[in-house]
């Protein structure tokens, strides 16, 4: 019996998912030159979605949560040495190296942040910079740009083996993350989703913790 195409990414997942890659290259790609004025707002960006990622890996659908996919050191290790020799256990959802990459990736993220409201350099200055001193400000900079290497290597890794995947293991994880749907043999049951309307409650949040961060919160 053919397989037939079963729901595994709801809606917010797959719009943070490509939004978080938009604007960490957008954040990345504006941090000097002539483009420069754009590199906080996509930092802004960039957290709100971050931030709503994490709660959405808290409350959100069944496949979203960090609570389903993120598994211990002997499931990573065993999937580790499957990959080896070129076989995988398909997961519905995040696999456990997967699922590594993203908590890495989010926790990057906001490391980005969290440094880069601080710091100053290259006509940038964070919202905060001026609460510490000017050597603090300098060391953070330099932490901002460190961490933001650390993901740029991460998100590399994470692309190419993406495509390690699709070329090699046949096996197409980039499409489920445009259209929510792979296919998927009859016992496969679809996950629980978690309603719109409890994502848009959650990415208010997020967005008023953002804004406040960046002291944009007199534009809400």
Do not use: C
């Not at 797959?14 to 604007?23: D, F």
């Not at 905060?128 to 050597?135: C, I, K, N, T």
């Amino acid at each position: 019996m053919p397989d037939t195409e079963k729901r595994i990414w709801d809606l917010p997942v797959r719009l943070t998912h490509w939004g978080l890659v938009i604007s960490f290259f957008g954040a990345y790609l504006t941090s000097e030159g002539p483009v420069i004025a754009l590199h906080i707002p996509f930092a802004y960006i960039l957290f709100t979605l971050a931030l709503f990622r994490v709660f959405w890996g808290l409350f959100g659908s069944e496949t979203a949560r960090f609570s389903h996919f993120l598994r211990g050191y002997g499931a990573v290790k065993a999937y580790a040495l499957e990959l080896k020799n070129l076989r995988h256990k398909q997961y519905w959802g995040h696999n456990p190296l997967g699922a590594l990459a993203v908590v890495a990736i989010l926790l990057g993220i906001l490391s980005i942040i969290a440094a880069g409201v601080f710091a100053q350099s290259r006509g940038i200055i964070g919202p905060w910079s001026g609460a510490v001193s000017a050597g603090s400000s300098s060391l953070l900079t330099d932490v901002h740009v460190l961490f933001a290497n650390l993901v740029m290597t991460v998100v590399v890794v994470h692309i190419a083996a993406i495509f390690g995947y699709k070329f090699l293991l046949k096996d197409n994880l980039i499409t489920p993350m445009i259209k929510g749907t792979r296919p998927a043999g009859p016992d496969q049951v679809e996950p629980r989703f978690t309603s719109i309307t409890v994502a848009v409650a959650l990415l208010a949040v997020a967005l008023a913790i953002s804004s406040l961060t960046f002291r944009y919160w007199g534009l809400l």
